[in-house]
Structure formats: structure tokens, C-alpha cells
């Protein structure tokens, strides 16, 4: 597993995740396009499905689909996906 790729939220998820059993991590994953039809094929196995063009793919994958995945040298960064919130707007004096 190549720590490097992950986020600190990832990487503090991946600590308390279970590796098997729990359920699958929400992430967005930074990839080097194009990609090859193996390289496709790769994403496939884990249930991502990548488009002509895309540089960042949104996926649900277990702790193990994780680890494979940081593993490919395509694969520049993983990120776990989180809900933003709008900050709230100063009022005025």
C-alpha cells in the first residue's frame, strides 16, 4: 500500500477501517489519462467505470480494492470523499 497517494482523511479512515467485512469506502481517485483499454479493464474489476478525458473518478471500494489501487503507478492520488459544507456568510455590521 503506498501511503503517499492518500489523503489524511483516507489515511485516518483506513486506520479505524476494518480491512475485511466493512463496508466500502466513498473516494475519489486522481488518475494519469489517457487510459489504456488494460488499464479500463483494471477499474472494471473494482466496479469503476472511467470515460475518454476523465483525470478523477468518484468510487465506493473496500479496504482491499484500496490497496491494489494505490498500488498502480497510473494512480497520482486517492482521496476519501466527504461532504462539504458552505460556510456561513459574515454578517455586517
Known amino acids: 500500500?503506498?501511503?503517499?497517494?492518500?489523503?489524511?482523511?483516507?489515511?485516518?479512515a483506513l486506520r479505524t477501517h476494518e480491512k475485511t467485512g466493512a463496508p466500502p469506502l466513498a473516494v475519489f481517485l486522481e488518475i494519469e489519462?489517457?487510459?489504456n483499454d488494460k488499464q479500463k479493464q483494471q477499474l472494471q474489476q473494482w466496479g469503476i467505470h472511467a470515460?475518454?478525458?476523465d483525470t478523477t473518478l468518484t468510487a465506493y471500494v473496500t479496504h482491499t480494492a484500496i490497496t491494489a489501487l494505490s498500488a498502480?503507478?497510473?494512480?497520482s492520488?486517492?482521496?476519501l470523499s466527504q461532504v462539504s459544507r458552505a460556510m456561513p456568510r459574515p454578517r455586517m455590521p
Request: charged share 25%; glycine share 8%; no cysteine.
Open 33 to 35: 489519462p489517457p487510459l
Open 72 to 75: 498502480l503507478p497510473w494512480v
Open 1 to 12: 500500500m503506498q501511503h503517499d497517494k492518500f489523503d489524511g482523511a483516507l489515511a485516518a
Open 77 to 79: 492520488r486517492i482521496s
Open 51 to 53: 470515460e475518454e478525458g
